[in-house]
């Protein structure tokens, strides 16, 4: 069974950065659209990122230009730099394959102060 692990987040001034990184303990990425998700408290969660097997790569509105995604096959991670945060950049950031979500992981939490 494949399990996702989210990790890299903490507090950061607003305008700050951070990379987050999402492992998986199987093979999951070489064939898969991997995203990034986030989560407020209160709100649904919503899809951020995403990146093909290919690297191909698309963004919501509200973090592009600001977050990137990126992959490592070989070691089975993908990551999310994230950059000029923001206090609404706040929540529970997640990771899974786009098509075919299997169990969310914990999340790795963001906390951005004003």
């Known amino acids: 069974q494949v399990q996702l692990v989210e990790s890299g987040g903490g507090l950061v001034q607003a305008g700050g950065s951070l990379r987050l990184s999402c492992a998986a303990s199987g093979s999951i990425f070489s064939i898969n659209t991997m995203g990034w998700y986030r989560q407020a408290p209160g709100k649904q969660r919503d899809l951020l990122a995403a990146i093909t097997s290919g690297g191909g790569t698309n963004y919501a509105d509200t973090v592009k230009g600001r977050f990137t995604t990126s992959r490592d096959s070989a070691k089975n991670t993908v990551y999310l730099k994230m950059s000029s945060l923001k206090p609404e950049d706040t929540a529970v950031y997640y990771c899974?394959?786009?098509?075919?979500?299997?169990?969310w992981g914990k999340g790795t939490q963001v906390t951005v102060s004003s």
């Open positions: 899974n394959i786009v098509l075919y979500p299997v169990t």
